[in-house]
């Protein structure tokens, strides 16, 4: 099993008996997982059979969208080849850690899956770009049903599967396609756990003086408190950290005028985070969006969740501009200009935010060099 997974990341091509067109009848799958794999690399899924889930949560960039385009990359472009999104494509890797979306006996809100938690869980994600009209463009779910039956591999798998009765009406066999789909992506590929870090914490791996600083910086709460918002686990040296709390916080990111300017969407257009969540309701979660995981964040920029930060470095400036008196650092390095202010200027995270003194570079440089211990193995190659 192992082995036929890695060989579609390392080819990126769909296992032979899922073309239509093949001349002898292929054995039906014998997995949800195995199922799941080949839908989530199948372009027949979209509109132009041009996207697949792999477009925009490429295995070799990290589950992240590598693809450059207009609004450089720091959106999506849709099956149609022009619509462009509004927000930044989080990584697909380690997602399946994330709780089902939920509201604390505290009145807190986290988990869930996209930026605002609007889907409950991998397989509510799975089945939203499909049919969303800026992302796989089917028409309906019904449509995307038809072209399962394209494929008698595909059809002979899910009566095998999930049942004789699946296909009876198109809502079912789509909840079927996307529950297949989270299997897959609950798989080992996409949380290995064997990073710098990783090694590190099992003795393999001896951290350099700069990374060991940002590892000491990162868990401080006198200098940087990073681990309030993105350590999970009690112990900062637990197994299986994924970096990150799953609440929602409002850290004061300016819109991506870039990104506004070819994706069609309004200049005064106010993206409200979390309040864009159906089953949210409280003004005080604007702007508001789920904290990401760290896991892999030197591979899969661009940054925050509209893309408006290339780099990692700039990242870790943004944040530290809240503790700075330096006019120096009130200027973002990727524009030459002072900060933007925040799209919701209300609810900012000010406890979290402000958190200790200002970093000096060399601080900073650490900072980034830590968080660079959390790509995945097969991914540091691709680290600058």
Known sequence: MKKLILLSIVTGLIISGCNSSQSTPAQPLLSKTELGQQLYFDTNLSANRTQSCASCHAPEAGFADPRGNAAQGAVSLGDDGHSLGDRNAPTAAYAMFSPAFQLSNEGIYKG?????????????????????????????????????????????????????????????????????????????????????????????????????????????????????????????????????????????VPVNQNARAVNGVASDHIDRGLLENPAVSDPAQAGKFKVPTLRNIAVTGPYMHNGVFKDLRTVVLFYNKYNSRSNARQINPETGQAWATAEVAANLSVEELETGPALTDQRVDALVAFMKTLTDKRYEALLK
């Open 112 to 252: 869930g899956q996209f930026h605002d938690g609007r889907e409950n869980d991998l397989q509510g994600q799975a089945g939203g770009p499909p049919t969303n009209p800026i992302e796989m463009g089917m028409p309906s779910k019904a449509a995307v049903i038809e072209r399962l039956n394209e494929n008698p591999r595909y059809r002979d798998s899910f009566i095998a599967l999930y049942g004789q009765d699946i296909f009876n009406t198109p809502e079912q066999a789509y909840s079927a396609m996307a529950d297949s789909i989270a299997a897959f992506e609950r798989t080992e590929l996409f949380a290995p756990f064997d990073s710098k870090y990783d090694r590190f914490l099992r003795g393999e791996y001896q951290l350099s003086e700069q990374e060991e600083l940002g590892r000491t910086l990162f868990f401080s709460q006198q200098f940087t408190n990073c681990n309030l918002c993105h350590q999970l686990k009690a112990s900062p040296r637990a197994a299986g950290e994924t970096f990150t709390s799953y609440e929602y916080h409002n850290i004061g």
